[in-house]
């Protein structure tokens, strides 16, 4: 009861066009519940296949759901979660960032203190959110999560894939992930700004790409 309630609390506090507001909170017959908009286009995940080869799309949406999270951010809150699962989609097919069950209030000394709990979606996690007693989180941590997310609407899978949380961690701290066009060679040199943004996110050396931004400047 104490999750929903810290859950829907984080949510109202973030007035956001793109982050799915709290309508109601409340507790019947002993279950705690909160309410929210129906959001009729279901979530990123059941999407992902209709924005293949889409990239101003997908630059369109992922920028969206950044502004969202950024929201957060300025207010102290790491969203700690951030997966396609929990984007979800109007109908109008507008991206909102639901799902605030594993947020937490950034310490401004020293970040997100850890547990020794993992929490959060393996596939989405980076280095120091995965490893128990790790690195205090910082707003990096979600900056990962939306360069994994990235990368996967660009070439159709994820960086790293493992069954186990050994596993990801020895992927995470000597693999390195190929970078988007290897997988995926449709994507054209217009959509390398994504492909660099993406590359940086998840710590893929893109040193062309960002030569060529930086000479866009």
């Known amino acids: 009861m104490r999750r929903i309630h810290d859950e829907a609390k984080i949510a109202a506090s973030l007035k956001h066009p793109n982050i799915v507001p709290i309508y109601e909170v409340g507790v019947h017959e002993e279950i705690?519940?909160?309410?929210?908009?129906?959001?009729?286009?279901?979530?990123?995940?059941?999407?992902?296949?209709r924005f293949q080869d889409h990239f101003r799309e997908v630059a369109q949406?992922?920028?969206?759901?950044?502004?969202?999270?950024?929201?957060?951010?300025?207010?102290?809150?790491?969203?700690?979660?951030?997966?396609p699962a929990n984007v979800l989609l109007d109908a109008a097919g507008a991206p909102y960032v639901a799902d605030f069950g594993?947020?937490?209030a950034l310490d401004p000394e020293a970040g997100v203190t850890q547990t020794g709990l993992v929490e959060g979606t393996l596939s989405y996690m980076a280095l120091e959110q995965a490893?128990?007693?790790?690195?205090?989180?910082?707003?990096?941590?979600?900056v990962y999560s939306?360069?994994?997310?990235?990368?996967e609407l660009l070439t159709g899978r994820l960086p790293f894939e493992a069954e186990s949380l050994d596993r990801h961690l020895s992927l995470l701290r000597e693999g390195r992930p190929l970078a988007p066009r290897a997988i995926y060679p449709r994507i054209p040199p217009s959509a390398?700004?994504?492909?660099?943004?993406?590359s940086r996110?998840?710590?893929?050396?893109?040193?062309?790409?960002?030569?060529?931004?930086?000479?866009?400047?």
Not at 192 to 198: K, M, P, Y
Not at 201 to 217: D, K, M, N, Q
């Open 102 to 104: 594993l947020a937490k």
């Open 32 to 49: 705690a519940y909160f309410t929210m908009p129906l959001m009729e286009g279901g979530s990123l995940a059941e999407q992902m296949t």
């Open 131 to 142: 490893q128990p007693g790790g690195m205090p989180l910082t707003v990096a941590a979600d």
């Open 146 to 151: 939306l360069g994994v997310i990235l990368y």
């Open 201 to 217: 996110a998840i710590g893929i050396p893109c040193h062309t790409s960002w030569r060529w931004l930086r000479s866009r400047r």
């Open 192 to 198: 390398r700004l994504l492909e660099a943004g993406c």
């Open 61 to 83: 949406l992922v920028e969206t759901i950044a502004r969202a999270v950024h929201h957060g951010h300025q207010r102290g809150i790491l969203h700690r979660d951030l997966k």
